[in-house]
C-alpha cells in the first residue's frame, strides 16, 4: 500500500479565514480523493482529485468552498475557504493505485488534519 | 445513490469473545465491500474486503461474510483483544470491469470496545 501523509496535522483557526491541506503520497497513484468525517461521523466523500483537471465534487460541496489542486500523480491540495464552525472537521486524503486487473486497488487512507474553526 | 446502514452503533465486548458488526446496502450493482478500522486520532486502515465473487473470506481473525440476495455483510472478529478496541466501518462501490474508481459509500460506524 502507499504511504500517505497530510500536512497539517491539525490546525485551529478563525472564522473567515481559508486553510490549505496538502497530501502527498511516495507513489503514483490513480485516484486521490478527499474526504470530510465531522465529529462522532462517518465518512462523506467531497470530490475526486482529478491530475491536470478540474475535481469532480460530490452533491452538497462546491467549488468556491473547496478548491481542489492535483498538479501531478502524488501530490494534492484542498482548501476550505472562508472558514465557518460548521467546517470544524477532520479531512482525510485517500489514494487509488494503477488498476491491476479488472478490480484495481482499493482506497488508502492518510493520517487526517484536524480543523478547529473558532 | 447507494445507502450503507451499519449496525450496532457501539459494541462492548469481554477479551476472548466474538464481535459481529452487519451492514446492509441499497444498490444491488454494488459489488465491492472494504471494512476499515479507524483509531483515536488517526486514518481508517483497510482491515479487509470482499469482492461480490465470493461469498466469505477470512484474514486470521477477521472473516468477513457476504450475501448479495439479501444485499448484507458482515464483519467477524473472534479472539477479541483490547487493541481491537476502535471505530469500524463498513463502505460499498461499484466497480465496471476494467476500471479501479468507485465510489465508496460509508456506513455510519460501530464504536467497539474491548474490555480486559
Known amino acids: 500500500s502507499a504511504v500517505i501523509s497530510q500536512k497539517p496535522s491539525r490546525d485551529i483557526c478563525q472564522r473567515g479565514t481559508s486553510l490549505t491541506i496538502q497530501c502527498q503520497v511516495d507513489s503514483q497513484v490513480t485516484m486521490m480523493f478527499w474526504y470530510r468525517q465531522q465529529p462522532g461521523q462517518s465518512l462523506t466523500l467531497i ?62 487512507f492518510g493520517p487526517g488534519t484536524r480543523l478547529l474553526v473558532l | 445513490g447507494e445507502n450503507v446502514e451499519q449496525h450496532p452503533s457501539t459494541l462492548s465486548v469481554q477479551e476472548g469473545d466474538s464481535a459481529v458488526i452487519k451492514c446492509t446496502y441499497s444498490d444491488s450493482a454494488s459489488n465491492y465491500f472494504p471494512w476499515y478500522k479507524q483509531e483515536l486520532g488517526k486514518g481508517p486502515q483497510l482491515i479487509i474486503d470482499i469482492r461480490s465473487n465470493v461469498g466469505e473470506k477470512k484474514d486470521q481473525r477477521i472473516a468477513v461474510t457476504l450475501n448479495k440476495t439479501a444485499k448484507h455483510f458482515s464483519l467477524h472478529i473472534t479472539e477479541t483483544q483490547p487493541e481491537d478496541s476502535a471505530v469500524y466501518f463498513c463502505a460499498a462501490s461499484r466497480r465496471a470491469g476494467g476500471t479501479s474508481y468507485g465510489k465508496l459509500t460509508f456506513g455510519q460506524g460501530t464504536i467497539l470496545t474491548v474490555h480486559p
Open chain 1, 47 to 108: 470530490a475526486t482529485a482529478n491530475q491536470g483537471s478540474e475535481a469532480t465534487y460530490e452533491s452538497g460541496f462546491v467549488i468556491d468552498k473547496f478548491p481542489i489542486s492535483r498538479p501531478n500523480l502524488t501530490f494534492s491540495t484542498l482548501t476550505v475557504s472562508n472558514m465557518s464552525p460548521e467546517d470544524s472537521s477532520i479531512y482525510l486524503c485517500s489514494v487509488e493505485g494503477p488498476n491491476t486487473g479488472m478490480w484495481g486497488e482499493t482506497q488508502y
